[in-house]
Every structure is written in C-alpha cells, then in structure tokens.
C-alpha cells in the first residue's frame, strides 16, 4: 500500500472549517484513499473514502486533487468533540476485503472553544 | 445491528499469566482483524482471519502470541506468559466478505500487566 504523509497536529477554532492534508504521492490507479479517526481511548471511526471524485457525507467531505497524489478531508464545521487522531490511508478495495488497514501517524486535531 | 464487541474492556494480569481477549464481530461479517496500540503509538496490524482460518498473522509476534476465528463464538486473542511489554489497547475489527467501507472497529481491551 502507498505511503501517506500527513502533519503531526493541527489546531481548529471550533464552528471553523477544519482542512486536514495528505499527501500520497506513491498511490496506484487501484487504491483508495481512506480516511479514519480515533477519539481518545476509543476505536478507530470510519469517515469517508474515494477513488479519484471528490465524496461528501454526513460526516465529512473528502477532496482528492486531479493528479490524486494528495486529497484533503473537510469537516465543515468543527466542534469539541472532533478532537481526535485523524488517519489518511490508501489501499486496494478488493472483493474479499483482504487488505489490512495500515495507520500512520496520523494527525492530532484539536479544536478549541 | 450491535458493532463489533470486545470484551473485557479492561483485563489486568500479573507477569508470567494468559491474557485471553474476545472479539464478536459484526451480525454478518466474516472476516476479523486484531490490531495493537501501546502507550502514545499508532495502531499495528497483528493479524487477519476468516472463519476456522488465519488469512495474514505478520504482525504477530512469533512467540506467546496466538489468534483463532472458530465456526461458532468470538474470536480469541490470545497471549501466553504476558510480560510488561504487553500492555497496551487491543482492538479488533470486522468486515464483511465486500468491504466498501472499510472495516467496524470495537472498542478495545486494555491490558495492563503488573
């Protein structure tokens, strides 16, 4: 699976806009880019994945750029409790759902009041 | 539709005892990942298995570490003669065969040894 690359922490006034970066450069035509959370001392939370089209759920909006190497995860409007650990990774969504997951460091959201 | 169960939350042990961990997952999924998070770290992959199989154990360690997905009940996690190093936050996950989403994460043992 493509390597991702994403900032240690980011900061976020809360009822802001919080744009979290990733760059997966490596990426290959068949892999996803996923996005998941982990809010303290809980498990890791599905946000929203893509191919190439830019996705919007109830949670987040995801922007992946034309060349794909890089997307960026929308939450429109911030609040306390999106603090969290906020994961991007990429792999092969295959049929028989083989693939593990595999977590970076991923980037410390804090949003404050 | 319950999530994905993991149970204890919370399992203390002494050096040298088996720590036992559980996993339901969810109504319908067929397929359970294991994942280790120690203190202030990421999530590691630890394994992978389908019913009655182990698909993927790399990240596992090679000794006192072992995994099982029966027919019938959870999945098991299983370490034997636990040391200090073992403590950490286990989670489990599920999918189903076709995995668009990704996989339910439960929410976790926390494993302290003393």
């Known amino acids: 699976d493509a390597k991702t690359t994403q900032p240690p922490s980011m900061d976020c006034a809360e009822g802001r806009a919080a744009n979290l970066p990733c760059n997966h450069s490596?990426?290959?035509?068949?892999?996803?880019v996923y996005w998941y959370r982990q809010i303290h001392s809980q498990g890791p939370q599905y946000i929203i994945h893509?191919?190439?089209n830019n996705e919007t759920n109830e949670m987040a909006s995801l922007i992946i750029t034309e060349d794909r190497k890089s997307s960026t995860l929308i939450l429109p409007h911030a609040t306390l409790r999106d603090t969290a650990v906020y994961y991007c990774?990429?792999?092969?969504?295959?049929?028989?759902?083989?693939?593990?997951?595999?977590f970076g460091g991923g980037t410390r959201l804090m949003v404050k009041p | 539709n319950a999530g994905v169960m993991q149970n204890p939350r919370h399992l203390v042990r002494r050096r040298g005892q088996e720590a036992r961990l559980r996993c339901s997952p969810m109504?319908?999924?067929?397929?359970v990942y294991w994942y280790r998070q120690l203190p202030e770290e990421g999530l590691k992959f630890m394994v992978y298995?389908?019913?009655?199989?182990?698909?993927?154990e790399s990240g596992m360690p090679k000794e006192r570490f072992s995994a099982e997905f029966p027919k019938e009940g959870p999945s098991i996690l299983r370490i034997q003669q636990v040391v200090r190093g073992d403590s950490a936050a286990y989670f489990c996950?599920?999918?189903?065969?076709?995995?668009?989403?990704?996989?339910?994460f439960g929410s976790g043992t926390r494993l302290t040894v003393v």
């Open positions: 996950a599920s999918s189903p065969l076709t995995s668009a989403e990704g996989y339910t």
């Open positions: 490596t990426i290959s035509g068949n892999e996803y």
């Open positions: 893509g191919l190439k």
């Open positions: 990774i990429v792999r092969v969504r295959n049929n028989n759902a083989g693939n593990m997951l595999t």
């Open positions: 109504k319908g999924h067929s397929h």
């Open positions: 298995l389908q019913k009655e199989n182990i698909i993927d």
